[in-house]
């Protein structure tokens, strides 16, 4: 249910800015991407979470479910359903909201249905708006902006998830490292991304410090390899400067409200199987947004496994039972991927 930050196009995706990005696809890399992820997510659900968790117990919660509580979730996803197409509507100007339903739908679908499918998803992304007459630099804004944004959202969570812990009564400090590096992080990408904003120069004296550093350690690995990142933040100023300048409120309110819409899944989830003690919805959400981190970890699609062992780990310690905590991640991951 998480969205993670995979449709931003990066330097080598990016061309001029008459022209959307090459539909490129190594298969060697892909194979070698989609055994890597199958092996970890073996090694996580069948090792890790067990250790953790417990199927077991997470089956008999599930089988206490109501009635009721399906209906409940099945309205929590619902509501998922309604705002995920709007962060497309606000990065993208002039576009239906069917319209941006049916492109967030279909790149999710790719993404996390093929190994390497990120670069699939950004490509059909491109393709989808420019068969509904979006130019290619608006295109791109869009797409980037998105994808931004989402990273901004998914290290702020961390943040607000430290801040729930406090308003839940329990002992928030052994998080607080968590919190810190989110915000942390958080700062240094927004003061550098309002940095590109605010001039062409300042955009390129960011790239080529940033080149430098790359290519220095690319070349370490690749000898004679290097990224030209100057030309790309330069080019991605140009293009994305106005949308963000005009938008950037709407943008932040529809990506805050898709995360907060699987928060509410997770929560009714977890009020539907939960049998041997209750935990605040403020120690829900500190679970639900400090395991967001594992979005950062791009071995699998959506956090799938690295998401799911924190979320579950983080349950327990603010005292779910591994059944309930077990059985309320799966299920919200399964209706994870109803869109």
């Known amino acids: 249910m998480s969205q993670p930050p995979a449709n931003a196009p990066s330097g080598s995706e990016v061309t001029s800015a008459g022209s959307a990005p090459a539909l490129t696809l190594d298969r060697r890399k892909s194979v070698i991407a989609g055994i890597v992820a199958v092996a ?47 962060p497309f509507m606000a ?25 390497g499918g990120g670069a699939l998803g950004l490509g059909l992304q491109y393709a989808q708006l420019a068969s509904y007459g979006t130019s290619p630099t608006a295109a791109t804004a869009g797409i980037t902006a998105t994808g931004v944004w989402s990273i901004f959202i998914t290290l702020g969570l961390p943040v607000m998830g430290v801040v729930a812990l406090a308003l839940s009564g329990d002992d928030a400090g052994s998080y607080l490292v968590s919190g810190l590096i989110g915000l942390g992080i958080l700062l240094a990408m927004i003061v550098a991304f309002a940095l590109i904003l605010r001039s062409e120069e300042l955009a390129s004296r960011i790239g080529g410090w940033a080149e430098r550093l790359v290519n220095r350690v690319l070349r370490r690995f690749r000898p004679g390899a290097e990224l030209h990142l100057t030309d790309m933040l330069v080019k991605l100023r140009t293009d994305i400067v106005d949308l963000v300048r ?8 529809s990506q805050t409200g898709v995360s907060l819409a699987s928060f509410l899944i997770l929560l009714v989830a977890f009020r539907g199987v939960e049998s041997t003690s209750r935990i605040s919805m403020w120690s829900v959400f500190a679970a639900f947004a400090i395991a967001q981190l594992g979005l950062m970890i791009p071995v699998t699609p959506g956090g799938l496994g690295t998401v799911d062992a924190a979320m579950i ?10 059944g309930d905590a077990t059985a309320a991640d799966l299920l919200w991951r399964a209706v994870s991927y109803v869109p």
């Open 40 to 86: 970890f997510l073996v090694i996580v659900f069948a090792k890790v979470i067990p250790q953790i968790g417990s199927y077991s117990a997470a089956m008999e919660s599930l089988s206490t479910m109501r009635p009721v509580d399906l209906v409940l979730l099945g309205g929590a996803v619902l509501i998922y359903l309604v705002v995920y197409g709007f």
């Open 91 to 115: 990065s993208v100007p002039g576009l239906k909201y069917s319209q941006a339903q049916v492109v967030n739908q279909s790149a999710f679908t790719v993404s996390n249905g093929v190994p």
């Open 246 to 253: 005009r938008r950037w409120a709407a943008i932040t309110v």
């Open 313 to 322: 780990s983080l349950l327990i310690a603010f005292g779910a039972s591994a």
